[in-house]
Nanobody, 119 residues
Framework: QAQLVESGGGLAQPGGSLRLSCAASGSIFTIYDMGWYRQAPGKQRELVALITRGGSTNYADSVKGRFTISRDNAKNTVFLQMNSLKPEDTAVYYC?????????????WGPGTQVTVSS
């Protein structure tokens, strides 16, 4: 089994920055794609950014040029640097990863971290 834990959420002012981290732990052989999703109140969960094991990235149009996803494969960690934050970025942010463990390959989710952008 594997576990994901996010950190780094909190309150930021419009135009400010936050950096999210997500660390994977457990009986991990390989971590494939890693990504960040978010869910605002009353809305569906949406993809924010995705990064492959090789470092290829994909972003939602709403965050392109403002957010940067990166990963440290040696530490089983993915990051999301969020700059020029807007109130509409307010949401619970979830880490997601496709992981091969001792038992099987599957998708794992973290519990989420709240990001609030407000003056």
């Amino acid at each position: 089994q594997a576990q994901l834990v996010e950190s780094g959420g909190g309150l930021a002012q419009p135009g400010g920055s936050l950096r999210l981290s997500c660390a994977a732990s457990g009986s991990i052989f390989t971590i494939y794609d890693m990504g960040w999703y978010r869910q605002a109140p009353g809305k569906q969960r949406e993809l924010v950014a995705l990064i492959t094991r090789g470092g290829s990235t994909n972003y939602a149009d709403s965050v392109k040029g403002r957010f940067t996803i990166s990963r440290d494969n040696a530490k089983n960690t993915v990051f999301l640097q969020m700059n020029s934050l807007k109130p509409e970025d307010t949401a619970v942010y979830y880490c997601n990863a496709e992981i091969l463990t001792l038992r099987a390959r599957g998708a794992y989710w973290g519990p989420g971290t709240q990001v609030t952008v407000s003056s």
